[in-house]
């Protein structure tokens, strides 16, 4: 016998969902682990894709900003792995402005299985992640951009066989990258030494956070203004562009006072003998980095590149696997 009373179907809920939202949320998804499988997805891929972690999976991807590396790896790394990526552009969502973010979270966590989010505000990408019952990925905020931050690690693990005790110095802006490096490093036991130019350091808090991560890890952290101090001695030294994505309009008044801080023979010539030189890209030569170390045989840049793919593809196997 029917009432006539619509019933509405009921969503089944899992157990609240795990996000990378910023770097600290890689020490309790297993930092270790996922380097480990990382590097398992870039050495014996055979074995690590044979089952398609990722079969019947729907990634959306949502990328406020321009994107090269960071659209690319995320695509490859779905689609490698067996799912299916959905790009969606600012114009498609338009996201705070067509639809609040926790609009857009709420909708597509009935469509798709994880978000991958790239914007200006990191705020906008916590509403989200408050909105969504799907893991949402930082694909790279004002604030943090921890996938960038993982693949380095594995780079500089893949050079030296460790990351415990590695000095690794950060020459330039104390931007995004900056942020997720200290924090990520800090996790892993590492030296960290920045130096920016004096109103460019990174944020106060993350390096209160990154500084008390570090004891517990037997690590260390130092925040200055002399690039050559910070580079004396250290086995990495890892650059990023002057002026971020949506400060265009301050290169010039940029590049003026970022005098000095250009990573070139002369300043790696401080570093340890076997000193690497890192760069995320885009980027600048003869700004922020020399044409002849991001061309020479120190720079790992395009290793940086590559292992995007990797990390993001132990990212997302952890989140969606559990």
């Not at 930082?138 to 000095?167: I, K, M």
Request: overall charge negative.
């Amino acid at each position: 016998m029917t009432t006539g009373v619509a019933v509405r179907p009921q969503r089944r809920t899992a157990a609240p969902s795990r996000n990378l939202l910023g770097a600290e949320d890689l020490e309790p998804l297993g930092l270790g682990h996922l380097l480990d499988r990382a590097e398992l997805l870039r050495t014996d891929r055979p074995t690590a894709v044979r089952d398609r972690p990722l079969a019947g999976r729907q990634v959306a991807l949502l990328f406020e900003k321009p994107s090269l590396r960071t659209r690319v790896s995320f695509e490859v790394s779905v689609t490698s792995l067996g799912g299916h990526a959905i790009a969606l552009g600012p114009d498609e969502v338009g996201l705070g402005r067509r639809e609040s973010a926790a609009d857009v979270a709420r909708n597509l966590s009935r469509l798709v299985d994880a978000i991958v989010l790239r914007t200006f505000a990191h705020e906008t990408l916590v509403e989200m992640a408050r909105a969504a019952s799907v893991p949402v990925i930082n694909a790279l905020t004002d604030a943090e951009h921890p996938c960038q931050a993982l693949a380095d690690l594995l780079t500089l693990r893949q050079c030296f066989g460790r990351l415990t005790g590695l000095r690794l110095a950060y020459v330039g802006d104390g931007n995004n990258v900056a942020h997720s490096l200290l924090l990520a490093a800090a996790q892993a036991g590492m030296d960290v030494r920045v130096a920016t130019p004096p109103g460019y350091a990174p944020d106060p808090e993350v390096v209160a956070r990154a500084r008390t991560i570090a004891q517990q890890h037997r690590g260390w952290v130092s925040v200055g203004t002399d690039p050559m101090a910070a580079v004396g001695g250290a086995d990495a030294v890892y650059t990023d562009v002057w002026a971020s994505m949506g400060r265009e309009d301050e290169a010039e008044e940029r590049r003026a006072r970022f005098a000095g801080f250009e990573v070139n023979v002369a300043l790696l010539a401080r570093a340890a003998p076997h000193v690497v030189a890192m760069h995320c890209m885009p980027a600048h030569r003869g700004d922020e980095i020399s044409a002849d170390v991001l061309d020479g045989p120190r720079s790992l840049a395009l290793e940086q590149t590559e292992n995007r793919r990797y990390v993001q593809e132990a990212v997302l196997t952890a989140l969606l696997e559990g």
